[in-house]
């Protein structure tokens, strides 16, 4: 049973007929269709209907001719019809300054005639390997651009304050610059919006911006993920894969979760940014790759400085500049115009009347700590929309702890050891009527299960591969976890 062809199509072009019919019974074996034509117009109507994995193009056509003027008028217009197109030039023995003259002009390579069966079927073969790897690279490049640009409605960059007013500097004076950024700040505090603005306001603005999470993949799978792999590989390898280093090639690469990059590949991604190229896991050659990097973590500045957690000549690469984002407990005055916004997005969303809000209900809300930041005051206000009446919200209809003020959520550095006496009780939230359990011991399990969510955090210094480990859950499910209690 004869094997499967390689590749789908190939057209052949030349006035020569012994030509096309040796090319048609030789290139059979490696595509599944060979069309041959005598003339470029005729093989122009083909090509645009179904685009070939290769063109084989003679260099002259005229009878007599030599100087492959029109093999090169030809090679210009199906390189204008498709920049991607793999054409092959097919000159004679006399014709290796043609050769070259096609190859400056997008010609792939060119093959001689009489040719070598073997020369003709590896000039083939490669040539329609690389038309497939293009396609490979526009079809994700196309995947990222829908992704990218597939951000949560509403996602704004918002604040009047001190504070957020020096960020918006920063941001006006880095982005136009190609230097990579690294952005600092808790959970919750828009680091991928300042991402965004950043590439918003760069030179490449009109290219993709790929966002990876560090955090929300494994790390068996990291290496893949972010430098790409070659067919066979490893076990799963099937095909060749671009890495998300790759698929950003011409824009902004947003590395977010950093800090959860492991130690063993920050050389790698060390010599990326120094050299400009990425070499996919199995493969010997590297690919050259133009991309801006940001970088965005939650580990304080001290814990990136530990060579144990990171590696100082790759953070030297990442913090050309640098931003901190501060928490929302240090800017409540943004905290009213972040609470219009989000109830008048929810309002629209779930297509109810924007509902207004008490003064006691938004002095509580300015004067709560927000430990999850700006996310959580987000989910805190999507629930009030969901769950409003007809009444002006009131200060239980958000799920805030008892009292004017919440609990002093922690800052970017790791928290010092408690002394050695008995944990203070943990307020249940005022919107939870659940009695506790005879004993007084509280037995709520979403209750519970916030508790030591937050406990695994505060002992870790925020993070996220650690709190996770100690939890015995994946990152990804911490994530959940923390997403649901506005953490």
């Known amino acids: 049973m004869p094997a499967k062809p390689e590749f789908d199509l190939c057209v052949v072009v030349d006035d020569d007929e012994d030509i096309l019919i040796a090319a048609r019974l030789l290139l ?20 645009a209907q179904r685009s070939p994995d290769l063109v084989l193009l003679d260099a002259n056509f005229a009878r007599g001719a030599t100087d492959a003027h029109e093999g090169l008028a030809w090679l210009g217009k199906l390189l204008a019809h498709d920049p991607e197109m793999v054409i092959v030039m097919i000159t004679a023995h006399v014709g290796l300054q043609v050769a070259i003259a096609a190859m400056k002009q997008g010609a792939t390579d060119f093959v001689s005639k009489p040719w070598s069966n073997e020369r003709l079927l590896a000039t083939a073969r490669t040539a329609a390997a690389l038309r497939r790897s293009r396609r490979t690279v526009a079809t ?25 007013r020096r960020v918006g500097e920063l941001i006006a004076r880095a982005a136009p610059t190609e230097a990579n950024v690294l952005i600092l700040g808790e959970n ?21 911006m790929l966002t990876v999470d560090l955090g929300a993949i494994s790390e068996e799978l990291i290496d893949s993920e972010l430098f790409g792999h070659v067919k066979g590989a490893f076990t799963d390898a099937r095909t060749d894969r671009i890495g998300r280093i790759q698929a950003a090639d011409g824009g902004t690469l947003f590395l977010d979760e950093i800090g959860n990059l492991p130690l063993h590949l920050q050389p790698k991604l060390l010599t990326v940014l120094e050299q400009r190229k990425v070499t996919p896991v199995g493969a010997n050659q590297p690919i050259p790759v133009d991309i801006r990097v940001i970088a965005a973590t939650n580990l304080s500045p001290d814990r990136l400085a530990d060579e144990r957690v990171f590696r100082t000549d790759l953070l030297f690469r990442l913090n ?30 779930y297509n109810r009347p924007v509902p207004e809000v008490s003064d006691a209900a938004m002095a509580a809300v300015v004067a709560h700590d927000w430990i999850g930041n700006v996310r959580a005051l987000r989910h805190a206000v999507e629930r ?76 870790h210094g925020y993070n996220i591969s650690l709190a996770a480990a100690d939890l015995g859950v994946s990152r990804a499910a911490l994530y959940r976890r923390m997403e649901k209690y506005g953490l």
Do not use: W
């Open 28 to 47: 059979r074996q490696l595509f599944a269709e060979v069309r041959t034509f005598p003339n470029p117009d005729e093989a122009m109507t083909a090509i």
């Open 140 to 164: 994700e490049r196309g995947k990222v651009a829908t992704i990218a640009g597939a951000g949560a409605p509403g996602s704004t960059l918002l604040g009047a304050s001190q504070p957020m």
């Open 188 to 208: 919750g505090t828009g680091k991928e919006l300042v991402a965004r603005e950043l590439h918003r306001q760069s030179r490449r603005a009109d290219k993709v």
């Open 320 to 349: 050309t500049v640098e931003i901190e984002l501060p928490p929302l407990r240090q800017r409540r005055d943004d905290i009213p115009q972040l609470l219009t916004h989000f109830l008048d997005h929810y309002a629209r969303r």
């Open 384 to 459: 009030a929309v969901i769950l409003a009446g007809d009444a002006p919200l009131a200060p239980e209809d958000f799920p805030l702890t008892s009292g004017t003020q919440s609990r002093t959520a922690p800052s970017l550095a790791p928290p010092a050891p408690a002394p050695a006496a008995a944990p203070a009780p943990v307020a249940a939230p005022s919107i939870t009527t659940a009695p506790a359990a005879p004993g007084g011991e509280d037995l709520n399990l979403d209750r519970a299960e916030k508790r030591m969510v937050e406990s695994a955090l505060r002992r």
